[in-house]
DNA sequence: ATTTGACCTGAAGTTAACTTGAGGTTTTAA
DNA sequence: TTAAAACCTCAAGTTAACTTCAGGTCAAAT
């Protein structure tokens, strides 16, 4: 049921630092044995895989935190609970890919079609319906 | 034809400072004047649009300067040129979008699917596929 | 002509996200 | 039972990507 930090940096593949600094700054949860050691419930594993998956679409630890903020610290989180962050998730990475994917097109058909004249580049006037969708995670993260 | 620093901050929207930055980390390029004051081409506009697109992708100046490294420094860059870097961009982003799919459909189904049981998790021995991918991803839900 | 604003360099400061190190305790396995 | 492995805390170091500061120069407008 209680895993060390040593068994949660094994299954998770982060470094027992990393997890001491998760849990200082919030974002995982553990209790102490007689011995003054973490003790971490199994749930910790998922969260961590979410932590990292987010940090590779460079959402902070911070925003993370914040997602996580519907996530009950007493009780295990249940099916609902977890259901309401995958929403979460889906939406964000949705957008992602959208932003991804214009970027990819942009690129091809505007550096590839070497239009140097920047004030008629498409690209050049795509900067700001892209900047609008980049800070529109906020509606997700903030 | 020549733009100054200022110039080139105001019409970029990014700070002289962080464009001193860029130029020292040589992912923009300038002369100087008779007054050893910085001197850009206007393509260097086109430069700082991808920089700051790619940043919030999450993707690192290393890496962006290693897209830039198929651009001439000394001439302006031709079609060709820039039809080069889009190949390459455009690889990059593919294999960017397609681990953010992947990542997305197993947030959905096994988040989604509440089975706190990891150890039973249908993704629990997925760990080789989404390896494949990318350091950070494998043990994505051990 | 002089003042104000833009520019220069180099160094130090900042934030995020960690890692490393030092010095000491607890657990585990032979 | 004892030695290695794992754990603890706290402080300092690290990298990326910048910003801020200090002290001085150059350019534009009055």
Redesign the interface.
């Known amino acids: 049921m209680a895993l060390s930090v040593g068994q949660v940096a094994k299954?998770?593949?982060v470094a027992v630092s990393a997890l001491h600094f998760y849990e200082q700054k919030g974002l995982i949860h553990s209790w102490r044995n007689a011995g003054n050691q973490r003790r971490f419930k199994?749930?910790v594993?998922?969260r961590v895989?979410?932590i990292?998956?987010a940090?590779?679409?460079?959402i902070s630890l911070e925003q993370i935190k914040q997602a996580f903020a519907s996530l009950p610290d007493e009780r295990?989180?249940?099916?609902?609970d977890?259901?309401l962050?995958?929403?979460y998730?889906?939406q964000l990475?949705?957008q992602?890919?959208k932003?991804?994917?214009q970027?990819?097109d942009?690129?091809?058909s505007c550096?590839?079609?070497?239009c140097?004249s920047?004030t008629a580049?498409p690209?050049?006037n795509e900067?700001d319906k892209?900047a609008d969708l980049?800070e529109g995670s906020h509606l997700l993260f903030d």
């Open positions: 299954r998770s593949g199994r749930d594993l998922r895989s979410i990292k998956a940090q590779k679409l460079g295990t989180p249940t099916k609902d977890w259901s962050l995958s929403a998730w889906h990475l949705d992602r890919i932003q991804l994917t970027l990819r942009n690129v091809s550096i590839g079609c070497g140097l920047l580049c690209l050049y900067e892209l980049g």
